[in-house]
């Protein structure tokens, strides 16, 4: 009984479990199979812990089954339109917020979520402790999302230079390094839509916000930076998934250097 009422309420979730509200009226009703998974996996939890204290007699999650997650397929900025795409960043004023990213890879949230104490001018780095979120129409600052994700990341000297200048340009008109006009925090929802209308004017191929993260990684490792460091700095939960995650775009590049070789030798026959 408890199996087919989880088993309806999983279908109910994939089907129409999005939450209406303004800002993503155009977005499917249905939640995506990861975001019920994780419904699951927080509510098997709470039960398990109910079990252990003798509250219940088992989890009614347990046998639950989801069906299997797709893989979406990772898209990328080439290194190539940056120029252009930060071109156009500079005519949106939104410049720095997108160098910050493309040098960081930190999630959407993360990146709002930053602070003026976050940055460490003389070691060269940011510290990652918060994350702006929407919560029932608010927008306010939440935890983040594992405690992996709590991190401190080495910045390189140019985005020092860049953020000290913003610095100095803003002053201390709001704690957060990219605010909203009000000098609160940022609406995450605003972020897409105007990352749209940038790569649109800059007559770029349309792109997620996330693919900002993806785009870092490619560059990382496409630069010699190791799986171990690259998790660390992402603030994944293990290595193995970062793995898992960007291991083909690793192939990729040897893929492409079997190519060069191959090219150079047929070039001495």
């Known amino acids: ?15 129409d479990g999005r939450i209406e509200r303004k800002e993503s009226k155009k977005q499917p009703r249905g939640l995506r199979v990861k975001t019920v998974a994780n419904i699951r996996t927080m509510l098997y939890s709470a039960f ?22 797709e893989k979406q397929e990772m898209k990328t900025m080439p290194v190539a339109d940056l120029g252009r795409f930060f071109a156009e960043a500079k005519a949106s004023g939104k410049f720095e917020f997108y160098y910050v990213e493309f040098s960081t890879g930190l999630r959407r949230g993360e ?21 702006v979120i929407r919560v029932q129409g608010r927008i306010e600052e939440g935890p983040l999302k594992t405690k992996n994700a709590y991190r401190t990341v080495a910045i390189g000297d140019d985005v020092i230079d860049l953020l000290r200048d913003l ?10 390094i990219f605010p909203s006009s009000n000098g609160g925090p940022q609406d995450p929802d605003s972020v897409l839509p105007m990352f749209k209308r940038i790569l649109k004017r800059a007559g770029l191929p349309e792109l997620r916000f996330h693919d900002c993260r993806h785009t870092f990684c490619k560059i990382a490792l496409a630069n010699g930076v190791d799986f171990k460091t690259l998790s660390s700095m992402l603030g994944h939960y293990s290595v ?30």
């Not at 995650?245 to 190519?259: L, Q, S, W």
Request: positive net charge; glycine residues 8%; charged residues 35%.
């Open 1 to 15: 009984m408890w199996i087919e009422r989880n088993q309806r309420c999983v279908r109910l979730l994939l089907k």
């Open 48 to 69: 398990e812990k109910a079990v252990a204290e003798h509250l219940i007699l088992t989890n009614p999650v347990a046998g639950c089954k989801l069906p299997k997650r």
């Open 111 to 131: 990146l709002l979520g930053l602070k003026w104490e976050d940055v460490d001018y003389d070691k060269k780095t940011l510290t990652i402790r918060r994350q």
């Open 167 to 176: 610095h100095e340009r803003e002053g201390n008109s709001s704690p957060y």
């Open 240 to 269: 193995a998934f970062t793995l898992d995650v960007y291991g083909h775009v690793t192939d990729d590049m040897k893929r492409d250097a079997a190519d060069k070789v191959s090219g150079g030798l047929k070039g001495a026959v």
